[in-house]
């Protein structure tokens, strides 16, 4: 890819030999030498890599892709909000529909439209088909990460 452009991170150089019992999966992720990490990031004109999320979390929404970790560290600016974490969900209309699922710092809980507003101020473009949904705490992985899979499961709230 041509300098500042996204595309996925790819690797070569003896980072892996292959998914254990899986040559499906180890064919598809070292296609032609290279490792395809399902990053998506971009390299600057001094060479640095800068990521921004993965190809799985990728949302597309009225043929715009959105990379919830943009979503998510804007919302977290917001001093009312302590973790944020951006799913989508289908929608026949515009592709996904965003959902940003919030847990606060104060019992006063910011205003759901305000945080959206928030976001689309920072972000420098509109966003008007994210809600935001406040819950408790965030589901977490046994590896201390939060776990995506388990608020697309609360789709029933959104």
């Keep these: 890819m041509p300098v500042g452009e996204l595309g ?8 892996m030999t292959g998914y254990w019992n899986s040559p499906d999966k180890t064919a598809a992720a070292l296609e032609g030498g290279w490792l ?14 800068f990521m921004r999320g993965r190809l799985s979390e990728r949302l597309t929404i009225d043929g715009t892709h959105w990379y919830p970790r943009d979503v998510e560290e804007v919302l977290m ?3 009312g909000v302590r973790e944020a974490a951006l799913v989508g969900f ?6 996904q529909r965003a959902v940003a699922y919030v847990t606060t710092r104060l019992a006063d809980r910011p205003e759901a439209q305000r945080l959206v507003e928030f976001a689309a101020e920072r972000l420098g473009r509109s966003v008007p088909s994210m809600t935001v949904q406040f819950i408790d705490a965030m589901p977490m992985t046994p590896t201390g990460k939060i776990s ?7 789709d029933g709230v959104a």
């Design 8 to 15: 996925e991170l790819c690797v070569r150089g003896g980072f």
């Design 36 to 49: 395809h990490t399902g990053d998506v990031g971009f390299i600057d004109s001094a060479g640095y890599v």
């Design 77 to 79: 600016r917001h001093p």
């Design 90 to 95: 289908p929608d026949s209309s515009s592709g």
């Design 148 to 154: 995506k899979a388990q608020l697309l499961a609360l």
